[in-house]
C-alpha cells in the first residue's frame, strides 16, 4: 500500500475499510448507514468525501459499545497491511484515554457465565419439555 499524496479525496466507506476499522466495505456500509460514524461533526453518508484534516467519529462493536475519534492524516482507497493502515490516522488524545479506561475496567464487568441461571437443559428436562408439549392443549383445537 502505497500512501498517494495525489489522492485529493475518497469515499468514506473506502477509507474506513482501508484504514482498517472493519473487516469489509460492507460492513462499513451498515455502520455508515445505521448512523454510527460522524465526519466534522455531521451525520455522513456512504459516497462523502473525506480529506485530509477531517475528524471521523465512529462506533465500533457488535451495538456499537467501542466509540473512536480520529483524525485523518492520510487517504487510500487501496487496504495494506496494518502497520501502514494505522499510518492513515491518529487517535485524539480524548479518544485515546478514554479507550484505556475502558479497557482498564474491561476485567472487573459482568461475566456473561453468571447471568445464566440454570444452563444447559439436562436430558431429564428436555423429554419432561417434550412430554409437556405433547400433552398441552390449545385454544385452536
Do not use: C
Amino acid at each position: 500500500m502505497i500512501l498517494k499524496p495525489a489522492i485529493a479525496r475518497v469515499r468514506l466507506d473506502k477509507w474506513l475499510w482501508a484504514a482498517r476499522f472493519f473487516k469489509t466495505r460492507g460492513i462499513a456500509v451498515e455502520v455508515i448507514d445505521k448512523g454510527r460514524v460522524q465526519v466534522n461533526g455531521q451525520g455522513a453518508k456512504r459516497a462523502r468525501e473525506l480529506h485530509v484534516g477531517d475528524l471521523v467519529r465512529l462506533r465500533q462493536g457488535e451495538r456499537g459499545e467501542i466509540e473512536r475519534e480520529v483524525q485523518v492524516l492520510a487517504l487510500s482507497e487501496v487496504r495494506g497491511p496494518a502497520p501502514l493502515a494505522q499510518r492513515l490516522y491518529a487517535g485524539t488524545p480524548a479518544s485515546i484515554a478514554a479507550r484505556e479506561q475502558a479497557a482498564a475496567a474491561r476485567p472487573y464487568g459482568a461475566d456473561p457465565a453468571h447471568t445464566i441461571e440454570q444452563g444447559r437443559p439436562t436430558k431429564r428436562n428436555r423429554r419432561e419439555l417434550a412430554e409437556w408439549q405433547r400433552w398441552s392443549a390449545s385454544v385452536d383445537d
